[in-house]
């Protein structure tokens, strides 16, 4: 299951597509998309929009303003049995549950990706419900979170503010849901997964002023779960488009170890569960690698999974056939192990 990666760009299996121009191949492969997929308007369902819960108590974030531009949602699917819609232009993020019928006490709040130029919504969104809500009885929150290349101001960490308020929103209000407040990690796919890292290493950074009772809470997800996620922002690894987004065509030396996660990884950062492909073209699995590797030593109990095949973008929709379609029940094993209460020595050497 774990493999050793002699290539991490994952070239040798699909050449062709490496001669694509590295900006351009990273755009379309990261939206999840081919590039002539029709396009139509789309919304959030009835049932999505029942379940929001708005992240800041004025609608926009405290320091920002609406943008010119509404919001919209667009489809890219013709098959509505498997919608792959995306979001664009949010002014006011916001959070969609998905909960259980017989809650199992966790939560997770899920930060999908789309090269910081959209969110998209199903792959990494709606479509965790079946196995991750339904089976396993995991809350799930999946945020609407702002982009940093659209418009607001303090747009590096637009991103980290709005998961940092819905982790503290999510743990405010545990007993509405059913959940423990001390059993909330956070999910995050592909530039969502570099949202959910930098929350595991930033969540005590001071991104936005207190709004009210809840941003007494602590913002420090107590697991984390890092999926084909962008990590380095070094451009040797770095996702040129996630990248350029986040930080501008240039950023300097300072900026990038700054939004890098894996340089700010100590013994309070919490474990984590770190998912890739090796033929990865998009995102190269050693943004994963270096990920644990930091992890391995601040002596952070994590788990790597690296799998040969999957591209990038698989999520939970794009994996029938793979090896990896394994990923979500091994993911919530691992979760189970990670909230459980500690066992005793004693009690552990007694059962020997």
């Excluded at 929150?141 to 503010?161: I, Q």
């Excluded at 451009?235 to 300072?254: D, F, I, K, V």
Aim: hydrophobic share 40%; proline share 8%; with cysteine.
């Amino acid at each position: 299951m774990r493999q050793t990666s002699s290539n991490p760009h994952g070239c040798g299996q699909r050449r062709r597509m490496c001669r694509v121009p590295a900006l351009i191949l990273g755009t379309l492969m990261l939206l999840g998309t081919p590039a002539w997929a029709a396009e139509t308007a789309s919304a959030d369902t009835a049932a999505e929009q029942a379940s929001r819960i708005a992240l800041w108590p004025a609608g926009v974030a405290p320091g920002d303003t609406a943008l010119t531009q509404p919001q919209r949602i667009v489809e890219r699917s013709s098959d509505a049995a498997h919608p792959d819609r995306y979001i664009q232009a949010i002014s006011q993020p916001y959070l969609v549950v998905y909960r259980p019928k017989r809650p199992n006490g966790t939560a997770l709040l899920v930060t999908p990706g789309g090269g910081y130029q959209r969110i998209v919504l199903d792959n990494e969104g709606s479509m965790l419900a079946p196995s991750f809500v339904d089976t396993a009885g995991i809350t799930l929150f999946v945020l609407r979170y702002r982009l940093p290349g659209e418009g607001h101001p303090d747009a590096a960490d637009v991103p980290l503010a709005d998961a940092q308020r819905a982790l503290r929103l999510i743990r405010a209000n545990a007993a509405r849901y059913g959940i423990d407040a001390q059993r909330v990690g956070v999910m995050g796919f592909s530039a969502g997964g570099h949202v959910a890292a930098s929350l595991g290493t930033r969540y005590a950074a001071q991104v936005y002023p207190a709004q009210d009772a809840a941003d007494a809470l602590s913002a420090r997800p107590d697991f984390q779960l890092l999926i084909y996620p962008v990590i380095d922002m070094d451009s040797a690894n770095a996702h040129p488009g996630s990248r350029e987004r986040l930080l501008g065509r240039t950023p300097g030396q300072a900026q990038v170890r700054a939004y890098s996660p894996q340089l700010h990884v100590d013994a309070r950062t919490p474990p984590a569960f770190l998912l890739h492909a090796q033929d990865d073209a998009v995102v190269p699995v050693r943004n994963s690698l270096l990920m644990y590797d930091a992890l391995l030593h601040a002596g952070v109990a994590s788990e790597l999974h690296v799998f040969p095949q999957g591209g990038h973008g698989f999520g939970t929709g794009r994996i029938a056939g793979l090896t990896l379609a394994a990923w979500p029940q091994l993911a919530q094993a691992w979760i189970a192990r990670v909230t459980q209460p500690p066992v005793a020595t004693a009690s552990r050497e007694a059962g020997r």
